[in-house]
């Protein structure tokens, strides 16, 4: 209701639906989507009642989403990774944690996303339970009842980031993982963040994550998954905050904010062991950005704002901007205009590799409307 106050459903869900169809959605059969939904209401009976409601309040407005596409769409990052998806749909996602001199954590984040509509569907969230604020989010993902970026106060802050495969997963192997109740990645942070650990279904077994910086790595690490991704996770305090590199079945490396040695964690879409494409520099430009500024002025909510709304960093597909702290609880998030430099950029030796002069969408540092 509050999204449909404000813009059309053409402008909003409509069109955001309509892409994912074309890229993913529309190559699923029936059976498929009577596999998801009765998944969701085998494993999951409290996010699948809030599935109900959301797929309610669609009609009452006069619009079809059934519960089966809502099932779908909870799976979307695990379907995604599958033969059935489009390889060339943009999947892009920036994180960055500083710590300044005296161990305090700053964690920004860009999602990137394609249509612009997402942008129009991006709300900030609070999740209570027993009439207590258990974390706040910022996403668009949200119509799952699960999120990809989030922070708990006192605990820590989360992002989701894609990884990519060598080669596409089979569908069958990840529908069977759906099917046996493997945690879809939107379910992750909301089971890790919600302080009573009494969810129905599979997460009932799962390690219970505890109320430490080390509980939660070790929940992170161990939650079995249909498909890899990466986790940015930061703390209170330095020295925790870490990337994990995650598969399906094993954590394939992590890295560390190391204090002693340096004050940035910067990751994108590709291993860390790799270099960043030739095509795609946002990480290095990131890194060498903050580096320019300096620890004193990096290492603040500006600093990383100031980087992560730079171009490549920020481009043409993001969607929204989150800086946020599990220190302080707090949760900025920013719905981002598109940006494509009109010329070659001269960022103080950090230019990125490629720009495009299609559009002379903006230039510099683009801010943003906050939500």
């Not at 990840?174 to 945690?183: A, E, F, H, P, R």
Request: contains cysteine; negative net charge; aromatic residues 10%.
């Amino acid at each position: 209701d509050l999204v449909l106050t404000h813009h059309t459903f053409g402008e909003s869900f409509g069109a955001v639906f309509a892409e994912h169809n074309n890229t993913l959605f529309s190559d699923l059969t029936p059976d498929h989507y009577n596999e998801l939904a009765n998944s969701m209401r085998k494993y999951y009976p409290e996010q699948s009642d809030e599935l109900e409601g959301i797929s309610q309040s669609f009609r009452t407005a006069g619009y079809i989403v059934t519960f089966e596409y809502l099932s779908a769409w909870v799976y979307f990052h695990e379907l995604a990774h599958t033969e059935l998806a489009d390889p060339t749909f943009s999947r892009e996602c920036t994180g960055i944690v500083t710590q300044d001199r005296y161990g305090n954590l700053v964690h920004g984040r860009n999602m990137d996303q394609v249509p612009q509509a997402a942008r129009n569907i991006t709300l900030h969230l609070t999740f209570e339970k027993y009439q207590a604020v258990q974390f706040e989010a910022v996403d668009w993902y949200w119509f799952t009842t699960g999120v990809v970026t989030a922070v708990k106060r006192n605990l820590v802050s989360v992002q989701e980031n894609w990884r990519f495969v060598a080669s596409p997963l089979s569908s069958v192997d990840v529908l069977s993982k759906i099917s046996s109740g493997t945690v879809p990645q939107v379910f992750v942070f909301r089971t890790l963040l919600l302080s009573t650990m009494d969810a129905s279904g599979p997460l009932r077994n799962a390690s219970n994550p505890g109320q430490s910086f080390t509980d939660a790595i070790d929940f992170l690490k161990a939650i079995p998954l249909a498909a890899p991704y990466y986790v940015i996770v930061a703390g209170k305090r330095s020295p925790d905050a870490a990337i994990i590199t995650r598969s399906a079945e094993a954590v394939d490396d992590i890295t560390w904010l190391d204090s002693a040695s340096d004050w940035l964690l910067v990751q994108t879409n590709y291993d860390r062991n790799q270099p960043d494409p030739a095509s795609d520099d946002r990480r290095t430009v990131a890194e060498c950005l903050l580096r320019q500024l300096g620890q004193v002025k990096g290492a603040t909510n500006l600093g990383v704002y100031a980087v992560i709304s730079s171009f490549p960093v920020h481009n043409v597909n993001t969607a929204y901007t989150a800086i946020m702290s599990a220190g302080t609880g707090e949760l900025h998030g920013f719905v981002r205009q598109p940006m494509v430099p009109a010329g070659p950029m001269t960022n103080a030796g950090c230019e990125p590799a490629e720009y495009s002069n299609e559009t002379g969408l903006g230039r510099g540092i683009s801010f943003g409307r906050r939500v």
